[in-house]
């Protein structure tokens, strides 16, 4: 259909592109539409590719110019190396294997949220990952932890107006579910 019609016009490209912004880039998409199409081993492997890019990209805007931290390339870079790890993370619940998953959302929770912070990008920190995560830990049995990740996210969607649609909605519920709460 036209996700495989999409995976191969994007790997009939990819060779061509000498660029690893570029890349990291269509690695993102081509590991969504992977993923979308049940290609879930695929998907990580794009994802990964794009992180790794994207990380590589960053080291070298931070060598040649300092100057450069928040314009849009950066931006996009620091983007893609974030939603290489929640997508790599959706992508291991997809196959089941929650505790990978679970040390990738903490990764993201920590860290990579701090260095956000520190950048003064955390517009970039994608709420997601606090439903994702409370959803792992209500399944794995740290309710204290799910609990506080979901008032978060409750905060988060008061302050900021986040919409909630799709898999947020989805382990959301899952997760008030696995708290006992209706």
């Not at 928040?70 to 196959?95: D, M, P, R, S, V």
């Not at 990579?112 to 995560?133: C, F, G, Q, R, T």
């Not at 609990?147 to 649609?165: C, G, N, P, W, Y």
Request: hydrophobic fraction near 45%; charged fraction near 20%; include cysteine.
């Amino acid at each position: 259909g036209l996700l495989q019609q999409m995976i191969d016009a994007i790997a009939q490209i990819m060779p061509k592109i000498d660029s690893g912004y570029h890349l990291s880039g269509l690695y993102s998409i081509l590991g969504v539409l992977y993923r979308l199409s049940g290609q879930i081993h695929e998907a990580i492997d794009c994802h990964q590719k794009s992180g790794a890019l994207a990380a590589q990209q960053l080291s070298e805007i931070e060598i040649t110019n300092s100057a450069n931290s928040h314009n849009l390339a950066f931006l996009n870079l620091k983007n893609w190396e974030q939603h290489a790890l929640l997508n790599t993370g959706i992508c291991q619940i997809e196959l089941w294997e929650l505790e990978k998953a679970l040390a990738v959302f903490e990764e993201l929770l920590t860290h990579k949220h701090d260095e956000l912070i520190a950048e003064n990008l955390e517009d970039l920190y994608n709420p997601s990952v606090d439903v994702l995560a409370a959803f792992l830990y209500s399944y794995l049995g740290d309710t204290a932890k799910a609990s506080e990740l979901v008032e978060r996210f409750d905060l988060a969607m008061q302050l900021q107006s986040l919409s909630i649609t799709g898999h947020r909605l989805l382990f959301l519920g899952l997760t008030y579910k696995n708290l006992g709460k209706t």
